[in-house]
């Protein structure tokens, strides 16, 4: 299979919040084909149906039967577990795969304190409705690991690309965050992981991409082809509220509005993340290439106006792909949007 690399953007979204479970903010889509033959779309959400005061966010699912017309489905898939440090607060951005001896593996980037590094976890399903999430955690690094995405190879194996930040020695929550790396680690059972040795891509060589990566789709062939998302920077000058998330503060009492509030905040501070392409031989030296999916900017009036990001992919079954991406309009209102790739 061969990535295309014209997109064309379909109107409208696909999930947007609709209910107490994801009316504050929707993120972070995963797409997989569901048991009936039909689409079911992982996402992370959070608003007012929170499980418990303090939670951020958890991972939720919509069902379709075309693609483009999702219906969501009750409860939450995964949530976080408040007696678990490393995933207490948060779990976002789902990569979901299927077992060779049947049911399905969902990574995720699980969150805990803001002065704790970010770690994929795992959990396990045999319908993609209830999961049960795997004791340890899948990978880790000192400043923390994030956006997973999950590519099986021929032999079996598979490969989790992941970004890894860097902070100074102060490290998460109160140091500065020096740059972020995309990485990978190979797998042979998928719950243990060798990491491969350099970085996959660096943020900063262009500026597009100076405020870090945030996640990577990787098509394995004899031409790998790599779909990722980056931000840029804010303009010169301007002052950037703190995340949340990096905030030990926002975490007493904060509860799930002001995080919410908070996040989007800083996301519309002067921020623009974009949609990006790269090649490679072998999947481990990458080349940049293009952009491939941006919106009109602030002030715009397209559904990613100042926001496209932490996208998945899956063949349409001719020779199109389809493209589901987080997307925030510029009054901040994040939902999924969706893209055609190809003729057909």
Same mark, same amino acid.
């Given at each position: ?14 999930? +947007?919040?609709?209910?107490?479970? /994801? ?33 951020? #966010?958890? @991972? ?16 939450? $898939? ?7 440090? %490393?995933?207490?607060?948060? @779990? ?45 955690? $899948?990978? &880790? ?12 190879? %021929? ?9 890894? &930040?860097?902070? /100074? /020695?102060?490290?998460?929550?109160? #140091? ?8 990978? +680690? ?16 660096? !943020? ?14 990787? @098509? ?11 931000? %840029? ?17 926002? !975490?007493?009492?904060?509860?799930? +509005? ?30 940049? !290439? ?5 919106? /009109?900017?602030? #002030? ?8 496209? !990001? ?33 003729? #057909?």
């Amino acid at each position: 299979m061969t990535l295309p690399s014209r997109w064309r953007k379909e109107a409208g979204w696909r999930v +947007a919040g609709s209910r107490d479970l /994801d009316r504050w903010k929707v993120q972070a889509p995963c797409i997989t084909r569901a048991g009936d033959g039909g689409w079911r779309l992982f996402y992370t959400a959070v608003g007012p149906g929170k499980p418990f005061a303090d939670c951020q #966010g958890y @991972v939720l699912s919509a069902a379709s039967d075309d693609g483009l017309h999702f219906v969501p489905e009750p409860g939450i $898939r995964v949530a976080p577990q408040p007696g678990l440090p %490393q995933m207490a607060l948060r @779990v976002l951005a789902p990569s979901v795969a299927a077992l060779q001896g049947g049911g399905w593996r969902m990574y995720f980037e699980a969150r805990g304190s803001a002065l704790m590094p970010t770690a994929i976890c795992s959990a396990v399903s045999d319908d993609q409705i209830d999961w049960t999430v795997e004791p340890g955690v $899948r990978l &880790s690094a000192p400043g923390g690991m994030s956006g997973p995405r999950f590519v099986p190879l %021929q032999d079996g194996t598979g490969r989790l690309y992941a970004v890894q &930040s860097h902070y /100074d /020695d102060r490290g998460p929550g109160l #140091g500065v965050r020096i740059s972020q790396t995309l990485i990978s +680690a190979l797998t042979g059972d998928g719950l243990g992981f060798v990491m491969d040795p350099g970085a996959r891509l660096s !943020e900063g060589v262009f500026p597009l991409e100076n405020a870090g990566i945030t996640a990577a789709v990787v @098509v394995p062939g004899a031409h790998w082809r790599m779909v990722y998302s980056a931000w %840029q920077d804010v303009p010169p000058g301007t002052v950037v509220p703190l995340h949340p998330s990096s905030d030990p503060g926002a !975490e007493a009492g904060g509860g799930s +509005a002001n995080f919410a509030a908070a996040s989007i905040a800083a996301d519309m501070a002067g921020y623009r993340s974009r949609i990006l392409t790269a090649r490679s031989r072998d999947g481990l030296v990458w080349e940049r !290439e293009a952009v491939i999916i941006e919106g /009109d900017g602030h #002030g715009g009036a397209e559904v990613d106006a100042v926001h496209a !990001e932490d996208m998945s992919l899956i063949p349409l079954g001719d020779s199109r792909w389809r493209m589901y991406y987080a997307a925030c309009d510029a009054q901040g209102v994040w939902r999924v949007a969706s893209a055609i790739g190809g003729d #057909g």
